[in-house]
């Protein structure tokens, strides 16, 4: 049959003209024409290709079947027949050898509608196939991609709508099938034309855009525009959450801001604290200064202060140096008197400086007693009698209708202002007077006692008057107007800052009005509640007897080495009906307390074994097994100058009573101790109650101490008569064993005794050699003692002689 084909064929062979062959040639696919028995009439080039073949030529009039497998062929055969049967084209895939084949086959008619020939084309799709599939699988791979990525991605079409949205996109957006994007991202925006991504879409360019969403999300997006698989343009819109950046960098920028702000507040801060070092450091520099000013005026001061004592020093050494050597009684007396005037006015530098110290440390306190301000007035004045006397200068007072004359206050730092401003007025002026003028500066209308008053004292003078530039100084402590070597009056330069200090004190303050040679005023006020005349008498009364307080029988342990002073103070207690015990010194007192109870304790504060000073702190040591370790100590006792006090009070003594013993006083003083009062403001100095001068004999006086008491002071010479001479050889013995402090003590005691009862040289003497045994200056005290024999002599003698007259 297949020979019978091939003769056939070959009878059938049908020439191609050029154009067909050239149109054969031209198809991509592969064609040829075959008769019905499938020899090849006419091929072209790209079924040689799809059989194997190298060229055409071994392809036409061969039979298409023998190219092909057994089991192809024969599907092939089939489908020529189908084609030949159907009289219609037959199209059918085949996949041979891996590939895939889109064959046609379409039959062709002869004139009487018979099949007699087939033209078949072949299409390879291998290929096509093949990048369809590696379309498909990148499209999922996209997808893929897409769907797994941890933000957002959708296709948004310029109709609004989202076509794709990814499962980061749905999970949190849900699904916008049927949404336009402002529905599908609850967008919040109200000018869609103006979203970026349709800006995106409008201008074809990629645009990127932080948006936040409804409920505070904010995503990256970038837009990108591109044309879908259908072709159509679109925006893929690709999103990162960013909100967590996003607030961290809130963050970031807040705590950056909170920074700045602390850095700003800080920069203040210091800038504040700077210019406040600034001006500290300016405060330093100008206390520097004054601190520097200070010194210096400390400094002058002090060299002040040095001529200040050294001029009455000088005056004191010199004046006795003569008094010793002189044999002429009166030139002795008048040496003497001035001897006691330079101690006097040492006292009274000295004073001043302890005064001054005490209110400068806030440790004064003033006193609060009914008292009479004509009284006061008027004892300031009296001191200066005599000196505007001498310089023939008038001293006038004169006080206002209006002004309460019993005021309560403290009418001895009163005085102490007054007679300041009143010395000086009278140091500093030559011609005319001095005035002081008291006036009612405030009070209530209808005053009445306890109210409270307001006063002005104005000491006017004139004298030579202050420079202006110089009246603020002189307020100053240790300034004076004239701080020149060679300036003419004394002073320390306290005595205003004292007045000033003690006014404040007061509540008041002190001015000055003055003009250069015409005068001074110097004024303050002070403030005083009116008080009770009443109170004024009682207080005099109080002091002068202790029954009218209602102290009566008290029992007393007196403590004092001195015979005579031990008997003076029995007897006056003795008189007034108290129980008196004595004892000898610091340590027999503190026996006595330990066994028995006393209401009230007198100790001479100089004492053989143990001295007063040391029996009071004993004492007061609640473990010294006193029975009272409270109960009030009064000090007998010689020293009697400023400062001593403050050191009875620290060793917890009560008060003091100023050797010799003054009754008036003695009573005053037992009377304020056993009242629980402390030592009082009233300062007791040796000083203000000396004598000017020393006369051999002061009967009167030591009379007057006694209250006028002769059988008293009778009693006195006794015990003098008595027991001075003995005193007095135990001291020669002292000093001949240099026992210094025995022979101090009995010295101390001879001094006592002799002022006690009048012989005040002796006590002077006697003075003078506890002082001389105290530097331990044998000489001097030798010296002493000579004069002191003689005069202890004399005062014997006299004493005698007076008690028989
Ligand atoms: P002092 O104790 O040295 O007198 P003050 O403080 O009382 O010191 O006085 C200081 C200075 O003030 C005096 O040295 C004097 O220069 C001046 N002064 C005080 N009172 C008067 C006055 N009434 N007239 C002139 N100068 C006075």
Redesign the pocket.
């Known amino acids: 049959m297949s020979d019978k084909l091939n003769k056939s064929t070959t009878r059938s062979y049908v020439s191609i003209d050029e154009t067909s062959r050239a149109l054969l040639d031209s198809a991509v696919e592969s064609s040829f024409v075959m008769d019905v028995n499938g020899h090849i009439l006419a091929a072209n080039k790209a079924a040689a290709l799809l059989m194997g073949l190298k060229s055409v030529e071994e392809l036409e009039n061969h039979d298409v079947y023998s190219f092909l497998p057994e089991d192809v062929a024969a599907i092939r055969r089939e489908k020529v027949q189908d084609a030949i049967e159907k009289r219609a084209s037959v199209r059918f895939e085949e996949e041979v050898d891996d590939r895939n084949l889109v064959h046609s086959i379409v039959p062709v008619f002869n004139p009487w509608g018979d099949v007699v020939r087939l033209a078949v084309s072949t299409l390879d799709l291998t290929e096509l196939r093949k990048s369809d599939e590696d379309l498909r699988r990148e499209q999922q791979r996209q997808i893929f991609f897409m769907e797994s990525l941890p933000g957002i991605v959708y296709h948004l079409y310029p109709d609004k709508s989202i076509r794709y949205a990814n499962r980061y996109f749905r999970k949190y957006f849900g699904s916008p099938k049927g949404k336009n994007c402002k529905e599908a991202l609850e967008c919040s925006k109200s000018d869609c034309n103006a979203c970026p991504p349709m800006a995106a879409m409008e201008q074809d360019r990629a645009v990127e855009w932080d948006w936040t969403d409804s409920k505070g999300r904010t995503f990256h997006l970038q837009c990108s525009p591109m044309t879908d698989s259908a072709g159509e343009r679109m925006i893929m819109v690709l999103g990162i959450d960013i909100t967590a950046r996003k607030r961290a960098e809130d963050d970031l920028q807040k705590a950056h801001d909170r920074l700045e702000d602390r850095v700003r507040q800080r920069t203040k801060e210091l800038e504040k604290a700077n210019s406040e070092l600034t001006n500290k450091s300016m405060r330093l520099v100008s206390a520097m200064k004054k601190a520097d000013a200070a010194t210096r005026a400390k400094s002058a001061f002090l060299a ?1 202060m040095s001529h200040e004592i050294r001029t009455p020093l000088n005056a004191v050494l010199g004046m006795t140096e003569l008094a010793l050597r002189s044999v002429n009684e009166s030139k002795r007396t008048n040496y003497l008197q001035r001897v006691m005037q330079a101690g006097n006015s040492l006292l009274s530098v000295i004073n ?1 400086i302890l005064d001054f110290s005490k209110i400068e440390a806030r440790k004064l306190t003033l006193e609060k007693i009914d008292f009479d301000l004509r009284k006061t007035l008027d004892s300031a004045m009296d001191i200066h009698r005599t000196q505007t006397s001498d310089k023939s200068l008038f001293l006038d007072n004169s006080i206002a209708d209006d002004v309460p004359n019993v005021l309560v206050g403290d009418p001895y730092r009163l005085k102490q202002v007054l007679i ?2 009143v ?3 009278v ?3 030559e011609q005319g007077g001095v005035s002081i003028d008291i006036s009612l500066v405030s009070a209530p209308p209808k005053p009445k006692k306890g109210d409270e008053v307001v006063l002005e004292f104005a ?1 006017t ?1 004139t ?4 420079p202006k530039d ?1 009246q603020k100084a ?2 100053k402590s240790f ?4 701080d020149s070597v060679t ?1 003419k ?11 000033t200090l003690l006014v404040e004190l007061m509540q008041g303050r002190l001015r000055i009005a ?1 003009e250069e040679g015409k ?2 005023t ?1 004024a303050f006020t002070a403030k005083f509640i009116i008080g009770d005349e009443a109170n004024v008498a009682r207080d005099i009364e109080a002091t002068l007897d202790l029954e009218s307080l209602g102290l009566s029988n008290l029992k007393v342990l007196l403590a004092d080495d001195n015979k005579l002073n031990l008997e003076l103070a029995s007897t006056l207690l003795i008189e007034q009906g108290h129980n008196v015990v004595c004892v000898e010194n610091g340590a027999q007192a503190l026996e006595a307390v330990k066994k028995d109870r006393f209401d009230i304790i007198l100790m001479d504060v100089q004492m053989p074994i143990m001295d007063g000073i040391s029996a009071t702190r004993a004492i007061r040591n609640p473990n010294s097994g006193a029975t009272d370790p409270k109960i009030p100590i009064v000090a007998i006792t010689a020293h009697a100058l400023k400062g001593d006090k403050e050191r009875f009070m620290e060793a917890g003594m009560n008060d003091y009573i100023a050797k010799p013993i003054k009754m008036t006083e003695f009573y005053s003083t037992l009377a304020r101790a056993m009242h629980g009062a402390d030592l009082c403001g009233d300062e007791k100095t040796g000083a203000e109650d000396a004598p000017c001068a020393v006369d051999s004999f002061n009967r009167q006086g030591a009379l007057d101490m006694l209250g006028g008491r002769k059988d008293l002071l009778t009693r006195m010479d006794e015990i003098f008569l008595r027991d001075i001479p003995g005193e007095l050889e135990e001291l020669i013995s002292y000093m001949a064993n240099h026992d210094w402090e025995e022979a101090k003590r009995l010295a101390h005691s001879i001094k006592g005794s002799s002022r006690t009862v009048g012989a005040e040289r002796a006590g002077a003497v006697a003075e003078q050699v506890e002082f001389f045994c105290k530097q331990k200056d044998v000489n001097s005290a030798e010296e002493e003692l000579k004069i002191l024999e003689a005069e202890v002599k004399t005062a014997l003698q006299y004493i005698t002689d007076d008690m028989q007259s």
Do not use: E
Not at 463 to 466: N, S, Y
Not at 479 to 482: E, K, N, R, V
């Open positions: 002040n001043d300041n401003l010395s000086n007025a140091k500093f002026t000491v003078d004298g030579v008057g202050i110089k002189i307020f300034l004076q107007a004239d300036r009056h004394g002073g320390t330069g306290l005595g205003l800052s004292i007045c003055s005068g001074s110097f």
